[in-house]
């Protein structure tokens, strides 16, 4: 009798990945191409599964990120926030190729949220009076009008980190966060793809980002492109 | 003479009280920035990052130092990094002072349209919703009309909506104006901007 | 016009009360006598205010903490999760004096954490079929019974810090976390107490357990009893 | 003959798998740390940390470093501490893959009564409710019957319920017992304890 929090430090993104199967939902960290776990994505493609739903606030741009799944044909719906100038999907979109689900950015990282804390529904009252209240129930609290969403779980969190130690505890570097947390939490397997890889012990319990009862497999990646989508600077003064 | 952008977000920026926390929305409005005084206020982006610093100097740009608008940029002394859900936390739950917001179209009810045009490419949703329902003081900044010459000061929105009754003020370029209820109220016209040119590119009475 | 997050740090307790009045809902940080605020809550009994409505997981224990607010008599309603040996609200409690609500510790975390983050109100499966349940609204969702519980916000949060900057960033140090987050995201006005006061950016950005946006008014105050209840320790070896 | 206390704790730990995430209830199953190999689990304390240590040496206690029953403990390497709202998340989200609960009485339908005696004073509830209703596999550890002979192990519980349909196995002085619905399952009996003397001091079928 073993559980699932000894042994999670993998040598490959193979190994990482093998758990896959056809149909799952894949809940995956980034916010644009910012803080994506980039080999666990290009994993996906060469572990050959498909008919994926897809949980991201971006699913990609600029032909990279989550966009290689969108080019790979493997995905049949998308879950996110925001779509902009992200041509691989607007593409398949148009054709019926994805089905794309847009809700608020909040309200997707709270359903995320909800999901990993065991919370089924929760009200928001982003959305109220418009399109994304359609088809929802509603509840008026205290005077005011509430949307009812519901939690959002997936099968297979990909999340990426800067260190993680051996247990799974985590940090992120600056922005690169965002939704990383949140998919972990709410995943059934949560595969972490990170920079640094330390002994338990070497990140301080109070320096944890998120901790490693969240977090299943762990593979090192040392090397990223880490792409930007607008490198904006000023001038040395 | 109409306001230009800068002057539109010289203006804005005169909206944003010392020691609070903004969040200013992609495009137009992140130009309010460059306006306000240095530690005035505490920028909130919120892909995660609260205490936004200007653009970073070149060669010292971070992949993973971006805004909502995915550019670039630094954290002040005072800066801190969070989860998504953390952040819309801050916002929906009341704790951002003012955000301005581009808009497409904002009723005199305070109703505003940001994010699709009927019929258009749909661009997605993004913080819009969540910022324009979550934040206490929501400013819309925009042209005044369209290209085509369209009223986007309107008696009603008749673009999807982002949320309802919450904008406080518009600024255009043909100067600053308060949504009453069922008018838009005249704070201020952009200098040579006469009050009938403002009511003649106003979908809404004008008072 | 100037906003709330200027200039928040204050000279001394008194100043940092002088918000107070009578009949406030107030969220007080701490688990039992750890991670307690405790010149602020001395300091609430100076200020003379009265009937209070306390949320706090315990309201002090073995006449400290909190318990001096029972004995002072300003207490009219206790919302809290667990009283255990805390004589001092038994007393009260049983005479009358003081109301007691008593919620899952859970719940009444979550119930906080909804109402910093606009949440009005939950659905959890915490006290299905039990009293908990009671006069409450319960839904079923995906062949689960959950409640729905609501959101508890706060006039004022009154925190412990380990350590803060002048923007009103803390870290807490290990267990003296608990509860104190949660409160200060659930109140209009949040005033903390920090053993140590530092400049902006002596805490990096990632390093910063809340983000200042929570926080109003801070006081240092070096010196705190830091009372134990079970002193447990082992032999050396 | 039966369990002692500490073959109760002993008996309890070999149902935590390695590498596994198991909480303690206060009091009695809290001994069952003492039982657990070195590195075999980690120990989640609801108010707020994850690996936690052994009691600190004479000198080392610090009074912000505690478990859920106020006693101070150490936090071991790779342990991490976080807020209350977090670490109920853990434990309502189903993260957390066994419980060991004190209690009043258990039914044979998996009910549990922990918290409160009817007509006595009343403790609180605490961390009892979220998680004996969010954790995979709630264990009970209890007397069999209580010091004045009346069943623990019931048909229903009489007793305020702390959640229901929950517990998985129940470790008492007497052996260890599962409830199967209708009835208790005999895993084991205590070492010398008859299945006639078992029958006797529980409330429900046993079989």
Redesign the interface.
């Known amino acids: 009798?073993?559980?699932?929090?000894?042994?999670k430090v993998v040598a490959s993104i193979e190994e990482a990945l093998a758990p896959l199967t056809d149909g799952m939902t894949i809940l995956c960290g980034g916010?644009?191409?910012?803080?994506n776990p980039e080999a666990l994505i290009k994993g996906v493609v060469a572990r050959g599964v498909k008919d994926l739903t897809l949980v991201s606030?971006n699913a990609g741009n600029m032909g990279k990120g989550l966009a290689l799944w969108l080019k790979a044909g493997i995905v049949k719906k998308v879950i996110?926030?925001?779509?902009?100038g992200n041509e691989d999907l607007?593409t398949r979109?148009a054709s019926g190729e994805v089905k794309?689900e847009?809700?608020?950015?909040?309200?997707?990282?709270?359903r995320?949220?909800?999901?990993?804390?065991?919370?089924?529904?929760?009200?928001?009252?982003?959305?109220?009076?418009?399109?994304?209240e359609e088809g929802k129930e509603t509840?008026e609290?205290?005077g005011?009008r509430?949307i009812l969403e519901?939690a959002l779980p997936g099968d297979v969190a990909l999340v990426r980190a800067?260190r993680a130690?051996?247990?799974g505890?985590l940090?992120?570097?600056?922005?690169?966060?965002?939704?990383?947390?949140?998919m972990a939490?709410a995943a059934k397997l949560s595969i972490v793809e990170c920079d640094q890889l330390v002994?338990?012990?070497a990140?301080s319990?109070?320096?944890?980002?998120l901790?490693?009862?969240?977090v299943h497999r762990i593979v090192h990646v040392a090397e990223h492109e880490?792409?930007?989508?607008?490198?904006?600077?000023?001038?040395?003064p | 003479m109409t306001f230009s952008t800068e002057d539109m977000a010289r203006r804005a920026s005169k909206e944003i009280p010392a020691g609070s926390i903004v969040n200013l929305g992609i495009g137009l409005p992140t130009q309010v920035a460059d306006y306000l005084p240095v530690g005035h206020a505490w920028l909130h982006s919120e892909n995660g990052l609260l205490g936004t610093g200007p653009f970073p100097f070149e060669g010292e740009e971070d992949p993973n130092l971006i805004n909502a608008g995915k550019q670039t940029v630094t954290v002040l002394p005072g800066g801190s990094t969070f989860d998504s859900a953390a952040s819309f936390g801050m916002i929906r739950g009341g704790h951002v002072d003012v955000a301005i917001l581009g808009a497409m179209q904002v009723a005199a009810n305070g109703d505003i349209a940001n994010w699709a045009v009927p019929g258009g490419k749909v661009m997605g949703i993004g913080g819009a919703m969540d910022l324009a329902s979550g934040c206490k003081n929501v400013i819309a900044m925009m042209q005044h009309v369209t290209k085509k010459n369209e009223h986007k000061l309107v008696a009603r929105c008749d673009y999807p909506l982002t949320a309802t009754r919450v904008v406080t003020l518009v600024i255009t370029d043909l100067g600053v104006f308060a949504p009453t209820g069922e008018a838009f109220r005249i704070v201020e016209l952009a200098p040579g901007v006469t009050r009938e040119q403002a009511i003649a590119a106003t979908g809404a009475p004008l008072v």
């Not at chain 1, 901790?211 to 969240?214: L, S, V």
Request: hydrophobic share 35%; net charge positive; proline share 5%.
């Open positions: 009798m073993v559980g699932r929090h000894a042994n916010f644009g191409l910012s803080g606030n996110c926030s925001y779509i902009g607007h979109m794309v847009i809700t608020p950015q909040g309200t997707l990282a709270e995320l949220r909800a999901a990993g804390a065991g919370i089924p529904a929760f009200y928001t009252p982003t959305g109220v009076g418009t399109v994304v509840k609290i205290d005011r509430y519901r800067n130690d051996r247990f505890n940090r992120f570097w600056r922005t690169g966060r965002n939704f990383n947390p949140v939490t002994d338990n012990g990140i319990p109070d320096d944890v980002h901790a490693g009862i969240f880490n792409a930007f989508e607008f490198r904006t600077v000023r001038k040395r």
